[in-house]
């Protein structure tokens, strides 16, 4: 098994918290990529996870390998100035060359690469991705906004529900969560390695991100849990969107923690209370010890609940 550090490379991403503001990431933040590794974990049946790791811990979204007999797929591209690191972990497992790159989400933290696999690789996303990098979009939190992206950098085929994606020996079932994490999600299923990657509607560490300006919600995310229980067995692994590789059990946790956080803001939002009140008030003070989160991680939950449940 190829196993790099990834033992110490979970135990920095949980110290370190949820590091990367919430709310649609820059296309990539104020880092020294050069000190961003690629650790590879092999997950069996030629499917690997490759995770990105700098000093204050992971750095970006999770991406996965998927290699047939005659070329791979990949699960995401993390940012654009990993590309090069990407593509010789790849190549550290196997020769063949990459032929589909799967975005779960639009994210630049998670499509920020396309461009650097587009002239190998046919990109594939639920349709809505494709939409909101063409357009560009708008942090709900900041205000901040996104340019579009360039042509080579879009999904060149989309889907509206659900689709396979081929390759050698090797078929990665794609499904649309609706209305979760964003407008665009996709989660990929590998059933002959009996792993899940899930993009950002999970996170295992760390409070998720709901970018309820795109499509996203608190009910969708739940919604989306339930499914992936549905699809998955005690045995399975999942690859979430960011943090540490997960299981059924790891999965039930997470889906337990949006249940309550969900109940927790609706019952203030019953009560009247403002977002402003609701984030004064830290209902969620006991998951904000276990994260590790700061004041701002901690509150700005809070605020993508509040906003996903009570539109402006």
Same mark, same amino acid.
């Given at each position: 098994?190829?196993?790099?550090?990834?033992?110490?490379?979970?135990?920095?991403?949980?110290?370190?918290?949820?590091?990367?503001?919430?709310?649609?990431?820059?296309?990539?933040?104020?880092?020294?990529?050069?000190?961003?590794?690629?650790?590879?974990?092999?997950?069996?049946? /030629?499917?690997?996870? #490759?995770?990105?790791? *700098?000093?204050?811990?992971?750095?970006?979204?999770? $991406?996965?390998?998927?290699?047939?007999?005659?070329?791979?797929?990949?699960?995401?591209?993390?940012?654009?100035?990993?590309?090069?690191?990407?593509?010789?972990?790849?190549?550290?497992?196997? @020769? #063949?060359?990459? /032929?589909?790159?799967?975005? !779960?989400?639009?994210?630049?933290?998670?499509?920020?690469?396309?461009?650097?696999?587009?002239?190998?690789?046919?990109?594939?996303?639920?349709?809505?991705?494709?939409?909101?990098?063409?357009?560009?979009?708008?942090?709900?939190?900041?205000?901040?906004?996104?340019?579009?992206?360039?042509?080579?950098?879009?999904?060149?085929?989309?889907?509206?529900?659900? !689709?396979?994606?081929?390759?050698?020996?090797?078929?990665?079932?794609?499904?649309? @969560?609706?209305?979760?994490?964003?407008?665009?999600?996709?989660? $990929?299923?590998?059933?002959?390695?009996? $792993?899940?990657?899930?993009?950002?509607?999970?996170?295992?560490?760390?409070? @998720?991100?709901?970018?309820?300006?795109?499509?996203? *919600?608190?009910?969708?995310?739940?919604?989306?849990?339930?499914?992936?229980?549905?699809?998955?067995?005690?045995?399975? /692994?999942?690859?979430?969107?960011?943090?540490?590789?997960?299981? /059924?059990? !790891? #999965?039930?946790?997470?889906?337990?923690?949006?249940?309550?956080?969900?109940?927790? $803001?609706?019952?203030?939002?019953?009560?009247?209370? !403002?977002?402003?009140?609701?984030?004064?008030?830290?209902?969620?003070?006991?998951?904000?010890?276990?994260?590790?989160?700061?004041?701002?991680?901690?509150?700005?939950?809070?605020?993508?609940?509040?906003?996903? #449940?009570?539109?402006?």
């Amino acid at each position: 098994m190829i196993f790099l550090k990834a033992a110490v490379a979970t135990a920095a991403f949980l110290a370190a918290g949820a590091a990367m503001a919430m709310q649609q990431p820059a296309p990539a933040p104020a880092q020294d990529f050069s000190q961003v590794t690629v650790h590879t974990t092999d997950l069996g049946n /030629k499917t690997y996870w #490759l995770e990105m790791v *700098g000093p204050n811990g992971q750095m970006g979204g999770n $991406v996965a390998a998927v290699v047939g007999t005659d070329c791979i797929i990949m699960v995401d591209s993390n940012f654009a100035p990993m590309a090069d690191k990407i593509k010789a972990a790849v190549a550290a497992v196997s @020769p #063949l060359p990459i /032929k589909f790159l799967i975005n !779960t989400h639009f994210h630049g933290d998670h499509t920020g690469g396309n461009a650097a696999f587009a002239a190998g690789a046919t990109i594939v996303a639920h349709e809505n991705v494709r939409k909101r990098l063409a357009e560009g979009t708008v942090n709900g939190l900041s205000g901040a906004r996104a340019a579009p992206v360039a042509a080579d950098a879009l999904p060149k085929d989309t889907y509206p529900e659900r !689709t396979m994606v081929r390759v050698g020996g090797r078929t990665a079932v794609v499904g649309h @969560p609706l209305n979760a994490h964003t407008d665009g999600d996709s989660y $990929v299923r590998l059933e002959d390695a009996n $792993v899940l990657a899930t993009g950002d509607t999970v996170t295992f560490g760390r409070y @998720p991100n709901i970018d309820f300006a795109n499509g996203g *919600g608190i009910n969708g995310m739940v919604t989306a849990t339930e499914t992936y229980l549905q699809l998955t067995n005690d045995q399975t /692994k999942i690859i979430p969107g960011h943090g540490p590789l997960g299981n /059924k059990a !790891t #999965l039930m946790e997470y889906r337990q923690m949006l249940m309550t956080s969900r109940e927790r $803001v609706q019952k203030l939002i019953a009560e009247g209370k !403002t977002e402003a009140e609701v984030v004064a008030a830290k209902p969620n003070a006991d998951y904000d010890a276990k994260y590790n989160a700061n004041d701002m991680q901690a509150g700005n939950f809070m605020r993508v609940i509040y906003r996903s #449940l009570k539109p402006a």
